[in-house]
């Protein structure tokens, strides 16, 4: 489904396009570097397993880019992410295969074409690690 077809055309409960991602300890120590988030639980592993945690983990802040490159892969060039509300429910490790997706839960155009969207982040075993709303503009 792309908003490409028309807003008039989007259907609440409809599932947008997911996204997959497996982040790479490589990637956290980048995300690292181009978020300012150097909390060592992210690049050192007998750190964060002292804190009591299995190994390294992923950044929410990552899980959060990759739904916001989910939604933007959607709406393209047609639309602007108006609101984003993530909580993070659970770990992401190096390695997992994390799947983003999106069902519009709403719509309305007063002034401007919105469609506000239930957002979650899944990894492999099934776990949602990441889940709230957004809320995109429309141009069509």
Same mark, same amino acid.
């Given at each position: 489904?792309?908003?490409?077809?028309?807003?008039?055309? *989007?259907?609440?409960?409809?599932? *947008?396009?997911?996204? #997959?991602? !497996?982040?790479? /300890? !490589? !990637?956290?120590?980048?995300?690292? @570097?181009?978020? @300012?988030?150097?909390?060592? *639980?992210?690049?050192?592993?007998?750190?964060?397993?002292?804190?009591?945690?299995?190994? #390294?983990? #992923?950044?929410?802040?990552?899980?959060?880019?990759? *739904?916001? !490159?989910?939604?933007?892969?959607?709406?393209?060039?047609?639309?602007?992410?108006?609101?984003?509300?993530?909580?993070?429910?659970?770990?992401?490790?190096?390695?997992?295969?994390?799947?983003?997706?999106? #069902?519009? /839960?709403?719509?309305?155009?007063?002034?401007?074409?919105?469609?506000?969207?239930?957002?979650?982040?899944?990894?492999?075993?099934?776990? /949602?690690?990441?889940?709230?709303?957004?809320?995109?503009?429309?141009?069509?």
């Amino acid at each position: 489904m792309s908003p490409l077809t028309g807003f008039d055309k *989007i259907a609440v409960g409809a599932e *947008i396009p997911s996204l #997959v991602k !497996q982040p790479t /300890k !490589q !990637q956290l120590v980048m995300w690292a @570097g181009a978020s @300012g988030d150097y909390n060592p *639980i992210h690049y050192d592993k007998d750190f964060a397993q002292s804190r009591g945690l299995p190994g #390294v983990v #992923v950044h929410g802040q990552l899980s959060t880019a990759f *739904i916001c !490159q989910m939604l933007s892969d959607w709406y393209g060039k047609t639309g602007s992410l108006k609101k984003l509300n993530v909580s993070y429910k659970g770990l992401n490790l190096p390695g997992d295969m994390l799947t983003c997706h999106g #069902v519009v /839960k709403g719509k309305s155009s007063d002034g401007e074409n919105l469609v506000t969207l239930d957002v979650w982040v899944e990894n492999q075993r099934g776990e /949602k690690t990441a889940a709230g709303t957004a809320t995109v503009s429309l141009t069509s």
